[in-house]
């Protein structure tokens, strides 16, 4: 880490969003049952949208079933190393127009926020987020015309550092860390 980033949140933060990590070793024998699955879903769908056009679409699988196995397929090969032991992936979409073809320029902000309620809400269970960009979009089971997917999250109980073997992902991360909130504020003046 470099002295331009910080490592601690600050104090007084929610622990919800102090402790959150994005892990990249999952314990491989833990599951998520389907009404906790249900739940994360159902924290992400009450998300803030622009006029309340709710524009976030979701393909949810838990570990061994057919959606996960295709969401994992569709990883980069370097996310496909180790996503196979979350207990679950979802697909975050975007439905980026209505169905008369009018654009929604806000749709994949809202998706976003919907991703958040359901890293809040995962947290809040005591479990682990890690969201992907690394995913080939043609490589995803075939979506409507008007949805653009936009992130694969991995859903699961983080290994403890103890418990990560040598050699695995995980070990090739550098400390969690941030930048300084001055270096992110926008001046006009």
Known sequence: MTAATHSAPTTG???????????????ATATLGADQLDLLLDAAHWAPSASN???????????GDRAFDALLAALAPANREWAGDAAALVLVAAETTDAEGTPRPWATYD?????????AQASALGLSIRQMGGFT?????ALPE??????????????????IPEGHPATRLPARGRRPLDELLLDVA
Request: no cysteine; proline share 10%; charged share 20%.
């Open 13 to 27: 933060l929610h622990p919800l969003l102090a402790d959150r990590r994005s892990p990249r070793a999952f314990d």
């Open 53 to 63: 056009t709710q524009p976030w679409r979701f393909l949810a699988g838990r570990r």
């Open 111 to 119: 998706a976003g926020q919907a991703a958040a309620h359901l890293t």
């Open 137 to 141: 979009a043609a490589d995803l089971p």
């Open 146 to 163: 008007r949805i653009t997917p936009l992130v694969v999250v991995a859903v699961g109980v983080a290994l403890p550092a103890d418990r």
